[in-house]
């Protein structure tokens, strides 16, 4: 500093005064660009993080309403399977009605653990002993069943063709 003060064509004096009266407080050029420079530097990075903390943070929202979501079928799906098992059970046990024989069973104190329901069968048979109108003794008969064929039935099973060869063989033309 005190050089570009001579070049400016000051005096020593001149230049000790204006050398006592920034004492400290004057900083070079060079190191203030650098400073600045950092600091707008610092500045970007700050804005960069700011962005991605700002889109971790919608993504976090993201998979919590996916979460959620995710529990909710979760939930949705095991109360489904918790039907269908009560459904066939009430059928295995010969309800006449489903629906109504639902009605006076108390769902809150059975448990279904994936295969079976826990609790049903005391309920059924209290429900059997108070309200038997409800159960059939006997298993429904359906009028129109679906009976497979076996091997053995279907290798005797007469084709057209055979039938055909059978009718022209009696008629001796083949």
Do not use: W
Request: net charge negative; aromatic share 6%.
């Amino acid at each position: 500093m005190k050089e570009k003060l001579k070049q400016l064509g000051l005096s020593e004096e001149m230049i000790e005064k204006v050398a006592g009266f920034l004492d400290g407080q004057f900083i070079p050029k060079a190191r203030f660009n650098e400073v600045n420079e950092e600091c707008k530097a610092a500045k970007a990075s700050l804005r960069e993080a700011e962005t991605c903390i700002e889109t971790l943070n919608g993504q976090v929202m993201e998979s919590e309403g996916v979460q959620k979501e995710l529990e909710r079928v979760k939930k949705d799906a095991e109360e489904y399977r918790f039907q269908g098992a009560l459904e066939v059970a009430l059928l295995k046990n010969h309800a006449k009605n489903t629906k109504a024989v639902k009605a006076l069973l108390d769902l809150e104190n059975l448990n279904f653990d994936g295969k079976e329901i826990v609790g049903l069968e005391e309920q059924i048979k209290k429900l059997k002993e108070e309200n038997d109108y409800l159960f059939s003794d006997r298993e429904k008969v359906y009028p129109y069943s679906y009976k497979p064929i076996s091997k053995a039935e279907e290798a005797q099973e007469d084709t057209l063709e055979t039938v055909i060869r059978q009718v022209l063989q009696k008629q001796n033309t083949i």
